[in-house]
């Protein structure tokens, strides 16, 4: 940051001195965040949109920091991505999140979010293999998320990656379809297992809008026919699960079915065998 000298010729703007500001002091403290133990896992349940059981769990990331306290995701993984910190951060939520899994039962699935940034590091089909055998999860037991994001740069790279993981029986969904790019044409590049339709199109098909149930329709019609499941994430209420589960998605995930909670509630969940 350009603190001292010159400073005459520009408008001193005091809020955007803060954040840079702050973003270091951020950054310090996430470079600790790992050896000081203030990373978790949350797990949110991810229910079959028909029977209503666990089908999986998705991996959440938690940073309570000593000196920023809870800091939410959306503000620590864009700079964790920045930094490159999302390469060993990434490691240990494929790690904790493999772990964990073997606790649960044999049909219940883990869904690990991945960056771009991870994804293209030399190392990475590396340790998805780690995370595996040191927790001796089975690889098909394994989804990793990923955004459309990652094929705008470095495509190739990210491609070959994930076919890595595909190849040991892992599987890849895409995740938050719709809010990006191009989102069609990215199908085509690899065999995704899943789609992930974002909160946004539930949302807005639940509120009447025809163009986010057109979508919705359009989507889950070609997943089917690309042979993929589809996961409506976001729902939060009966009436959404009901419009949902109409609409033909395979999966449903959202505050509805369960909030994203720490491993030993969701291990609790199957107490009462899998059913919410
Ligand atoms: P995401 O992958 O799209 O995860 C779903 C987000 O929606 C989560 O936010 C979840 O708590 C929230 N959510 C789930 N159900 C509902 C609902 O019914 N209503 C509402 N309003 N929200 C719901 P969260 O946990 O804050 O995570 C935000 C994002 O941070 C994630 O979005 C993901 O992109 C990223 N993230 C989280 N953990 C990791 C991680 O381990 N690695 C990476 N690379 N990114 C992560
Ligand atoms: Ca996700
Ligand atoms: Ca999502
Ligand atoms: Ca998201």
Redesign the pocket.
């Known amino acids: 940051a350009k603190d001292e000298g010159g400073g005459e010729h520009f408008a001193y703007e005091p809020s955007l001195h803060a954040s840079a500001e702050e973003r270091r002091k951020l950054e310090f403290s996430l470079r600790r965040a790992l050896e000081r133990n203030e990373m978790s896992l949350n797990f949110?349940p991810v229910v079959d949109a028909h029977e209503e059981t666990i089908v999986s769990f998705?991996?959440?990331?938690r940073w309570n920091s000593q000196e920023h306290g809870f800091v939410?995701?959306?503000k620590f993984?864009p700079l964790a991505e920045d930094t490159r910190l999302?390469v060993p951060i990434?490691t240990w939520?494929l790690e904790q999140a493999c772990l964990e899994a073997t606790r649960w039962p044999r049909h219940v699935r883990i869904a690990?979010?991945?960056?771009g940034e991870?994804l293209i590091e030399p190392e990475f089909a590396a340790s998805v293999i780690r995370a595996l055998s040191q927790s001796g999860l089975e690889a098909s037991r394994l989804e990793i998320?990923v955004t459309e994001s990652i094929f705008l740069r470095d495509a190739n790279i990210a491609r070959a990656a994930l076919e890595q993981v595909i190849a040991l029986g892992c599987t890849v969904a895409l995740?938050?379809f719709g809010t990006g790019y191009s989102s069609l044409g990215y199908l085509r590049k690899l065999s995704f297992s899943t789609i992930k339709v974002d909160?946004s199109f539930v949302q807005g098909a639940a509120q009447n809008s025809a163009e986010s149930l057109a979508i919705i329709r359009a989507v889950v019609a070609m997943a089917d026919s690309l042979e993929m499941t589809t996961t409506a994430?976001?729902?939060?209420n009966a009436e959404e699960a009901e419009l949902i589960r109409k609409l033909g998605c395979t999966k449903i995930?959202?505050?509805?079915f369960g909030r994203?909670m720490p491993a030993v509630e969701a291990l609790s969940l199957f107490e009462d065998g899998g059913r919410l």
């Open positions: 949110q998705e991996a959440l990331l939410p995701p959306d993984i999302i990434g939520v690990v979010n991945v960056s991870q998320e995740d938050d909160r994430e976001g729902v939060e995930q959202g505050y509805y994203p």
